[in-house]
């Protein structure tokens, strides 16, 4: 079995599995077209191993495979990156949430135990 017969393989699996995970809801979709995209990527590169020649040839790659392991390298520690300045905000915005959260808490606990005082200028002396 040749590498790009293995990688065309790992490149429709991918496919599927995004694919499912879409169907199940564990993936968002603005973040599945990316892995769809690097999916078919593989795939293309697998099944036209002239294009991948051609590129590895442009950018002195000397044996064409590796360029293709290596753009998916790239691309996923990419994506890596971006997933984790994502979960960076969204952890930074749970923690101003926890923090409100508790100062609303803690005024509501306030006001239920504050003794009720009675309104200025409202009652008459006499």
């Not at 077209?33 to 991948?52: D, E, N, R, T, V």
């Amino acid at each position: 079995m040749s590498v790009y017969q293995i990688s065309a393989a790992a490149g429709f699996g991918f496919l599927l599995l995004t694919g499912e995970l879409i169907r199940r809801r564990k993936i968002e979709e603005r973040y599945a077209l990316l892995w769809l995209l690097l999916g078919l990527a593989i795939a293309l590169f697998s099944f036209a191993p002239g294009l991948l020649e051609r590129l590895s040839r442009l950018l002195q790659v000397h044996y064409a495979p590796s360029l293709l392991f290596l753009l998916g390298l790239l691309f996923s520690l990419a994506f890596i990156m971006h997933l984790t300045i994502v979960m960076s905000r969204m952890h930074r915005r749970m923690v101003r949430l926890a923090q409100e959260v508790a100062i609303l808490k803690e005024e509501l606990e306030g006001a239920a135990t504050a003794p009720i005082l009675p309104a200025k200028g409202g009652a008459a002396h006499g």
